[in-house]
């Protein structure tokens, strides 16, 4: 059973950078899909960023070019790095991780039917 622990989250002005922190136990995160999910109140949940086994990633275009998943395998962490940040970032972020699907690879909806951590609030003013 995958468990999932967020951290990193904070309050931080306009403009303002955060790093996010997932760590995985007890698997080897190599062998998982992954992704960073966020929610806030009275918005649906909406898919941020992901990262397959190869490493390959994708980002909602609401981020891009202003954050980056990545992950270090060997300390079994995945990471959001958060720049330029803006009011309407602000909300839980949530760390998914799941087996990679062997036909679709890592679909935004295949990673949401996996395991989730507790999630880290973002807060940006």
């Known amino acids: 059973h995958v468990q999932l622990v967020e951290s990193g989250g904070g309050s931080v002005e306009t403009g303002g950078s955060l790093t996010l922190s997932c760590v995985e136990s007890?698997?080897?995160?190599?062998?998982?899909?992954m992704g960073w999910f966020r929610q806030s109140p009275g918005k649906e949940r909406e898919g941020v960023a992901r990262i397959d086994i190869d490493g390959s990633t994708s980002y909602a275009d609401s981020v891009k070019g202003r954050f980056t998943i990545s992950k270090d395998n060997a300390k079994n962490t995945l990471f959001l790095h958060m720049n330029s940040l803006k009011p309407e970032d602000s909300a839980i972020y949530y760390c998914?991780?799941?087996?990679?699907?062997?036909?679709?690879?890592?679909?935004?909806?295949?990673?949401?039917?996996?395991?989730w951590g507790q999630g880290t609030q973002v807060t940006v003013s």
């Open positions: 007890p698997f080897t995160i190599s062998r998982l899909c």
């Open positions: 998914a991780a799941r087996g990679r699907n062997v036909v679709q690879g890592c679909p935004r909806e295949w990673l949401e039917g996996g395991s």
